[in-house]
């Protein structure tokens, strides 16, 4: 049964955060558009050289090449667009990482918190929905420790030697258990 349960709530969650990712893709797209436009601008200015230098050639000579200038051109454009892309990939990752890593750290120091038993409201900014969740399940987790030591204060500190006060403990134990399991008291 949790097993199902796990894999019903893991078809539900959402590793995809929209808001950094359309920024990182709108980064990505212009600068591939830059890119383009300078490596335009680059092949245009080494095949306007090649030109130049052939313009008022009367013969062609044998042992020049044209096409391998041209490939040469071409490929360390290419190789300076890949180092550009590979660049671009590398700060992308950092930037994403460094995201993702600042979300772990707070959720963190509240599952910490939690572990110490502090359920103490703090205004913590929840920028991410996994933070949002956890800031929530912090709320009613304090809300129900709350009311678990209400019902332990009204406790009597010992045993009641009345059948109607021995009731009212047992109702309040009961009432403990509820809130012990997570049921509404």
Known sequence: MITKHLKVN???????????QK???????????????LALWALYDALTGI?????????????ERMFERF???????L??????????IIIA???WAAYVNGIVRRLDALVDDALHLNFTDDDMVCTHAVLEDAAAWRKAEGMRMRRMRECLAALPQALPGEEAERAQA????????????????
């Open 93 to 95: 990752d950092r930037i």
């Open 23 to 37: 920024w990182l893709l709108i980064a990505l797209v212009v600068m591939e558009c830059v890119l383009i436009a």
């Open 79 to 88: 190789l300076g667009i890949g180092v550009l892309n590979l660049l671009a």
């Open 170 to 185: 047992g109702e309040l134990l009961e009432q403990m258990k509820r809130i012990a399991s997570g049921a509404a008291a």
């Open 10 to 20: 893991r078809r539900r969650i959402h590793y995809v955060d929209h808001h950094i």
């Open 51 to 63: 030109v130049d230098e052939n313009l008022y050639r009367i013969h062609f000579q044998e042992g």
């Open 71 to 77: 490939i040469g051109e071409a490929i360390a454009i």
